[in-house]
C-alpha cells in the first residue's frame, strides 16, 4: 500500500499562486509517474501534469506556461507550482501515483485538496 498526504490548497485571487505538495508513504513499492488532476463540479476529472521517474514532464495545454510539476523522489513527494491562477483553475485537486510492485503496476489517490480562485 502507498499512502498520499496532500497539502497547499486554498483560496486565492486570480493572478495569485499556490504550490501542491504530494507526499507518498515508503514502502517497497517503486514509485514511477507521479501528477496531478483536478476535477470541478459537474466536470470530469481531467489530468494536470504528471511527472515520470525519469523528469519528463506533461502538461495539460490549459495550464502550460503557468504551472510547473516537479518531484523529489528521496523524498516521494510530488510537487505543482501553480502561477497566474485564472478562475476556471478552480476545482479539487488529487494527487496520483502510479506504483510498481514486481511487475504489477497499481495506481493511488490523495484525498483532494481544494483550490478556489476568486475573480
Known amino acids: 500500500q502507498v499512502q498520499l498526504v496532500e497539502s497547499g490548497g486554498g483560496l486565492v485571487q486570480a493572478g495569485g499562486s499556490l504550490r501542491l505538495s504530494c507526499a507518498a508513504s515508503?514502502?517497497?513499492?517503486?514509485?514511477?509517474?507521479m501528477g496531478w488532476y483536478r476535477q470541478a463540479p459537474g466536470s470530469q476529472r481531467e489530468l494536470v501534469a504528471s511527472i515520470t521517474s525519469g523528469g519528463t514532464t506533461t502538461y495539460a495545454d490549459s495550464v502550460k506556461g503557468r504551472f510547473t510539476i516537479s518531484r523529489d523522489n528521496a523524498k516521494n513527494t510530488v510537487y505543482l507550482q501553480m502561477n497566474s491562477l485564472k478562475p476556471e483553475d478552480t476545482a479539487v485537486y488529487y494527487c496520483?501515483?502510479?506504483?510498481?510492485?514486481?511487475?504489477?503496476?497499481?495506481?493511488?489517490w490523495g484525498q483532494g485538496t481544494q483550490v478556489t480562485v476568486s475573480s
Open positions: 496520483n501515483v502510479q506504483a510498481l510492485l514486481l511487475t504489477k503496476q497499481y495506481d493511488y
Open positions: 515508503k514502502s517497497i513499492f517503486r514509485l514511477n509517474a
